[in-house]
């Protein structure tokens, strides 16, 4: 099955740039995803590309995608304390019309220091 | 647009007694619903894939007996946690999709069994 893959912990200095990597094996995923979860709160989603895309910003957020590598990254810029998070990658699994199941990265938490 | 509201957000029952949450899309018909489960500082684990009309599909691993999915109309799927125990002690979220919509999810439930 799927296998989405994150490294666990990241931690910057509030100012700069945070990134943070994703593999995953499905590469029939037509869309691409990123979640931020906050303590004791639910699913926020920050942003997606598309699989046909190399690079995707809006403001802070670069996501990066390497399709032949199957690897997905997502740059924050200027980095803030409300930055701290846990970061989710998530890819769509069953089918390329967008309806499939999504999968789930371990979750990076990001610890921003003041 | 594209909300979903999960209820209640947090439950504390006593063992061996069964709790209900609600997963409703407040502004678009779901055509697919999933339930994940997410342990402390783990990744969300898939548990049920459920189209309305029709039997949940559970992820391997995933007791069906344990953990009731009804989809009964697209705007409204419960989940019920049967026979409680603590270690199904957990935090669940829902999420709806609509083909083109991608997909959004509820704030949560923090289940305890005591």
């Known amino acids: 099955g799927e296998d989405v893959e994150q490294s666990l912990f990241l931690s910057v200095r509030e100012g700069d740039s945070s990134v943070i990597n994703c593999t995953y094996t499905?590469?029939?995923?037509?869309?691409l995803y990123w979640y931020k979860q906050e303590p004791g709160a639910g699913l926020q989603l920050l942003t997606y590309?598309?699989?046909?895309?190399d690079m995707k910003q809006d403001q802070r957020l670069t996501v990066l995608l390497n399709k032949k590598d199957k690897h997905l990254s997502l740059r924050i810029a200027d980095t803030q304390t409300g930055d701290s998070a846990i970061y989710f990658c998530?890819?769509?699994?069953?089918?390329?019309?967008?309806?499939?199941?999504?999968?789930f990265g371990q979750g990076t938490t990001l610890q921003v220091k003041p | 647009g594209a909300v979903v509201s999960q209820h209640p957000s947090w439950v504390i029952c006593k063992s061996g007694t069964s709790v209900k949450i609600e997963c409703r899309s407040l502004?678009?018909?779901?055509?697919?619903m999933f339930w994940y489960r997410q342990f402390p500082k783990k990744s969300l684990m898939l548990m049920a894939t459920?189209?309305?009309?029709?039997?949940?599909?559970?992820e391997q691993g995933v007791e069906k007996d344990k953990f009731l999915i009804n989809h009964a109309s697209l705007t409204l799927s419960t989940l019920t946690v049967t026979s409680a125990h603590p270690e199904d002690s957990s935090f669940y979220i829902c999420?709806?999709?609509?083909?083109?919509?991608?997909?959004?999810f509820g704030s949560g439930t923090r289940l305890t069994v005591v």
């Open positions: 999420s709806a999709r609509k083909q083109g919509l991608g997909y959004t």
């Open positions: 459920s189209n309305e009309g029709s039997k949940a599909t559970y």
């Open positions: 590309i598309f699989s046909n895309m």
């Open positions: 499905d590469s029939s995923s037509t869309y």
């Open positions: 998530a890819v769509p699994v069953g089918d390329t019309s967008n309806t499939g199941k999504l999968i």
């Open positions: 502004d678009f018909q779901a055509t697919t």
